[in-house]
């Protein structure tokens, strides 16, 4: 019988409609040829897009002799705008916010590799530790609530270049699914003065949605999952906030994101996934700005394929349908190693 | 400069942006031809379908001899189960409810045409009746909470089919986003013992948002639309049940509805876009249900064209970013009369 799922955090609800039961083969992706052997985000190319706002050097000679291994850029097409001050004023039963903010573009690598999990394990920690330092960098800005960090692969996952890439969108407020978050966090924590996460990592591991651990971390198919074979990758120790995470720490997580990557792909072809990091909003006094303190939140990424088309039903219900039961994902990503 | 708005009636926000600034001949959609010229949801084919729930007789003889101008069938691929009870238990953080519900699917005309925008206004009329006659018989099953009634158009909209149709789901529980906006317009009605939407109506009426208007409708872009040219199309007079609406009132409706999908069509090309029937819940006395009173809701249809995808900002956010301001999108639509 299919199951209406509440989600382990917060107040939503996916439907996992069995009788629809996909099989993992139902969704194989034929791979895409790359269209493109160079482009705008690779090495020798670094005019054509706006100037660098952050660099990192070589890692250990395997950047091909590029300067950089990895590169931030102010997107060309931003979303926000970079310059003036954080209005706010109501508008009849609306209320508005000027729209300032940062995007920025975190190129992942020189050459024109299409995916995070096709570099080295010391790449993919480069390019976590990029986004370490961005969130460190843009915590200054005090028209900042939160800077949120995500990736878009593939088309189908809303990506214009396939040149592999992330995306930094700096807000003035806090995300409303960041805050759901946090304030159920923080409910839990006055309930029971426990994190919450670190509560549903001691219920999930073991257990039948377990994919892939190393001693640091945890990746696992949500008990709720939204879609087929959507992961979470937490901290197994408690973390609230990204810009903490150490460069020990980087290393064994970029290990364990490009195994569970590398797995994905194996189930599915090279499916178009986003991933977005969830993470403490900026420490700010003001009011409006939600807070968070050290104990009441535990970062993670939530990594979501993109196998089939959001329609009218979730549009207007809020509630997705998921034809495969995260069980049943988790044992397939299991047996992929 | 972009803004960040705040929907009047829900705490929900979307990026209005600017820069990005997408004009109508941007979005045109390249009219796709027919891939069929008959299908199983076309008279004739009735066998080829589960036996159907419901069927409306011909209209003025409207529907070319065939035997029926609406027909009402089982969905052959439920998201739930239509027999069974309802059980609901804690999983550990989780929460789960026995997926007992109905699927059905509402075939708009017997021939094969695509659009409800294509029909007569008696036909589409019919097609609304339906919808009021499915809330009333499904509001008689004691297990379900909530009918949401809605169409994909499209394959961009999740359509498998191009004859025109559309979906209804019963659920046992109320869909989140319906429960926000219950939630939000009786604190409204508790604080100024009236309806949000009618202040809505009286704060936007006339306006830059408005589209098209008859005595007792209109069609508005909404001030913090989330995808460019989304349209709501409400009761001027306050009724919180679409199960009251009268024959006279769905062809009024039915004359508006006509009129503004093919100002879409005009503007856009032929876009793919779902629209979302916003109702009240069935009022029941048990817990966990939620119910509304006659005063602090107002049904109303949403439209919302998908002209773009849906990325890893919009997942992890619950923001959306829309290119075009709805005052430019209800100025293109006005003028498409």
Redesign the interface.
């Known amino acids: 019988?299919?199951?209406?799922?509440?989600?382990?955090?917060v107040?939503?609800?996916v439907?996992?409609?069995?009788?629809?039961g996909k099989r993992p083969s139902d969704f194989r992706i034929q791979i895409q040829p790359r269209t493109q052997t160079s482009c705008v985000f690779c090495a020798g190319h670094e005019q054509e897009t706006p100037p660098e706002v952050h660099l990192v050097p070589p890692v250990n000679g395997q950047s091909e002799g590029a300067p950089w291994a990895v590169r931030v850029v102010p997107n060309k097409?931003?979303?926000?705008?970079a310059s003036?001050a954080v209005h706010t004023q109501a508008?009849?039963?609306?209320?508005?916010?000027?729209?300032?903010g940062i995007h920025e573009v975190i190129i992942e690598t020189p050459a024109h590799a299409r995916d995070l999990s096709e570099l080295s394990v010391p790449s993919v920690a480069a390019v976590l530790a990029t986004y370490r330092h961005r969130l460190r960098t843009l915590g200054a800005d005090p028209r900042l609530a939160y800077a949120?960090i995500?990736?878009?692969q593939g088309?189908?996952?809303?990506?214009s270049l396939e040149h592999a890439h992330s995306?930094l969108?700096g807000?003035?407020?806090t995300?409303?699914?960041?805050k759901?978050e946090l304030q159920a966090a923080r409910a839990h924590y006055h309930a029971h003065q426990r994190c919450?996460y670190c509560?549903?990592l001691h219920?999930e591991v073991p257990g039948p949605r377990l994919v892939a651990q190393t001693d640091g971390f945890v990746a696992l198919t949500p008990?709720?999952a939204r879609f087929p074979f959507e992961m979470w990758v937490l901290p197994r120790f408690h973390q609230h906030d990204f810009a903490r995470i150490t460069d020990t720490q980087t290393t064994e997580l970029a290990g364990l994101l490009k195994d569970v990557l590398q797995r994905l792909c194996t189930v599915l072809g090279n499916p178009p996934f986003?991933?977005?990091?969830?993470t403490a909003p900026f420490a700010r006094p003001q009011p409006g700005h939600w807070t968070t303190l050290e104990q009441d939140y535990h970062w993670h990424l939530?990594i979501?394929p993109r196998l089939s088309?959001?329609?009218?039903?979730e549009?207007?219900?809020?509630?997705r349908?998921n034809p495969t039961p995260p069980e049943e994902a988790a044992q397939a990503l299991r047996e992929a190693a």
């Open positions: 019988m299919p199951e209406l799922r509440k989600d382990p955090i107040d939503e609800w439907i996992i409609a069995t009788e629809r097409f931003p979303a926000l705008q003036g508008e009849g039963l609306g209320r508005l916010v000027s729209g300032v949120l995500f990736k878009n088309r189908g996952a809303g990506a995306q969108i807000l003035p407020l995300p409303p699914l960041i759901k919450i509560d549903y219920q008990y709720a986003n991933y977005i990091l969830h939530e979501t088309r959001t329609a009218g039903f549009i207007g219900s809020g509630l349908i």
